[in-house]
């Protein structure tokens, strides 16, 4: 019985190649050499995958530079990858320094100028909201009644913001 038969009780098979032994002796030199073969091999195939995943990596990556006064888009530490931007003073509690990969360039567009308008806030932090204009009429069937509703569009709102309303409390 060989060597490697005693040991195991069974043929010996290499994970890395999966190569049956035989019967011969891998002794000494052979088995260094045999070795550093296989590692030479993996560490081709690693270094041909790391290539590989780089040049798809690459394919989506765009060097991008911001100029002072450039305005951005946040997508929601400052050194060669992050800039630091300056904010207006009611977003002073979030930090002002990004990295460039959530940054978009913006280009100019005029749907994106918001008219603000003065709303008188009451000390209770709520404010009157001044309905404008009715979108649309619908009848909510309960057990015993039916309620009578308007989709309200209030000043300072979007129509996407219209509201569902009693009728008789917009009266």
Request: glycine share 2%; charged share 35%; with cysteine.
């Amino acid at each position: 019985m060989a060597p490697y038969e005693a040991l195991y009780g069974r043929r010996c098979c290499t994970l890395s190649c999966w190569t049956e032994l035989g019967k011969r002796r891998v002794l000494g030199p052979e088995l260094i050499s045999d070795t550093e073969k296989k590692v030479k091999l993996i560490r081709d195939r690693l270094k041909a995958a790391s290539e590989t995943q780089k040049t798809y990596v690459d394919l989506k990556r765009k060097e991008i530079e911001y100029s002072l006064g450039d305005i951005v888009f946040l997508k929601m530490c400052v050194r060669p990858v992050a800039y630091q931007l300056e904010l207006p003073p009611k977003l002073d509690r979030i930090h002002d320094a990004f990295h460039a990969s959530i940054l978009r360039r913006y280009h100019s567009d005029p749907v994106h100028v918001v008219l603000t308008v003065e709303i008188e806030v009451r000390p209770d932090l709520t404010f009157e909201e001044e309905p404008v204009q009715i979108l649309d009429r619908d009848v909510k069937v309960l057990r015993r009644k039916s309620i009578l509703l308007v989709k309200v569009l209030c000043r300072n709102y979007s129509s996407k913001e219209a509201t569902w309303e009693p009728e008789e409390t917009m009266r």
